[in-house]
DNA sequence: CAACTGTCTATACAGTTGTATATTTGTAGT
DNA sequence: ACTACAAATATACAACTGTATAGACAGTTG
């Protein structure tokens, strides 16, 4: 699941190694799992990566410049999976549901799922470096680009305009993510209430494009 | 400006110390220094604090238990100056002025004010212990509690009805707090164009808000 | 003055970190 | 079977961390 980003490298693998052979995802792994549902990237030590993946401190240098690179890798990798699950999610939608506060439960259940991608993408988009950051704001970038085109498809059989449905999508976006982060680290109990407000948001943004589109048509 | 919150102690100061005395502002106004525009208050460490402000490593421990202790202290005492800029900002509003504009205006001027308050709050809300999470969470809260007044204030003049308009203020809080702590990461340029988009979000939500409860009353 | 107070410092220690260097290991090619 | 080579390791080092311990200093009390 996680490493569909990132096989570029061993399709071209050298050596047919012996079976336990160390990949960066073996790394992303690693990390993945020292992580947990709360700690932060930055936090992560080359070695103690390689200590969890069973190889020696050096060896890391091997696979990734330094922690900085596999926190990216990280990040695309992530990213990556939970748009594959989001989209196939949404073809099953059946018609007549509310496709938003399907979305929204969606995207909460996957703040339970056992892989702890989403949480890795809601916790770190403020700190880190430079290149880290970037590589959270591009994963945005693609969410805000699906529901982009989800709003302008389902507008159009409407046969209504969205203004400025690009920046509505944005805030979609971001008022999601930031919404799941606050979810995060709250009792798991206090969630349905989440999904109830953050769909709410959700319907008001989109209320509030049409409507402030209505006005400019006239 | 920075020191409102934390009076408590000084008040009862024990000793007439002598004039270079250390008090917890030392120590907030060190890490400030030190923070900088970018770096996270988590990065921190206590012999690197001790060391800017000019006091032995042990010396940390007669103000502060830990470095989180100090990062909370420097959340609370951000929230506060930055509390009393808006609403300082908002009493000079003029009748007639877009209120939402307005206010994402101050906003804004506040990532590039000197003192750097802001970004600290904008960068740290989802790494750090649970208590540091819970200080900035609170803060996000009181600045939503001001907008819920506001917004409330506001639609009883204007006879209409707000649904829940809690949720809105909400929404609009973490929206704001996000799209500022992607601006932090632009450049200068650019940010004037996300000051719109901002604005248009927030507009988004609060004419949605409001056509939402038009429809709840039919 | 002497004793006591709380504040700050100096020294020290064990642990961890990133990485430079040299060495071993396993596999492929001829 | 022997060499060549890439991958992984072992060892080492300097920097830094948080903190335990003990001592120096100034101000307030008796």
Redesign the interface.
């Known amino acids: 699941m996680t490493t569909s980003t990132l096989s570029r490298t061993e399709a071209v693998g050298p050596k047919t190694n012996s079976a336990r052979s160390i990949n960066r995802d073996t790394l992303l792994n690693a990390a993945l799992a020292l992580l947990g549902p709360?700690r932060?990237i930055?936090?992560l030590s080359l070695r103690e990566v390689a200590r969890e993946a069973g190889i020696a401190p050096n060896s890391f240098y091997r696979h990734f410049r330094d922690t900085d690179e596999l926190a990216v890798a990280l990040i695309d990798s992530a990213g990556a999976a939970l748009r594959h699950i989001f989209t196939e999610a949404r073809r099953n939608i059946r018609p007549g549901d509310s496709v938003t506060r399907m979305s929204v439960e969606i995207f909460m259940a996957q703040l339970e799922a056992e892989d702890q991608l989403l949480p890795l993408l809601?916790?770190?988009?403020?700190?880190?470096s430079?290149g880290f950051?970037?590589a959270v704001?591009r994963q945005l970038q693609y969410f805000e680009n699906e529901i982009h085109e989800e709003m302008v498809r389902l507008e159009n059989l409407k046969g209504n305009q969205l203004e400025?449905a690009r920046?509505?999508a944005?805030?979609i976006t971001?008022?999601v993510?930031?919404?799941g982060?606050?979810a995060?680290?709250q009792e798991l109990s206090d969630r349905p209430l989440l999904v109830e407000?953050t769909a709410?948001?959700v319907?008001?943004?989109?209320?509030?494009?049409q409507?402030?589109a209505i006005l400019a048509d006239e």
Chains 1, 2 share one sequence.
């Not at 319907?203 to 494009?209: D, F, L, P, T, V």
Request: charged share 25%; no cysteine; glycine share 8%.
């Open positions: 709360h932060s930055s936090t809601l916790r770190e988009g403020t700190v880190g430079s950051k970037q704001e400025d920046i509505a944005r805030a971001r008022l993510f930031t919404m982060a606050t995060l680290d407000q709410k948001m319907r008001m943004i989109i209320r509030g494009a409507s402030l």
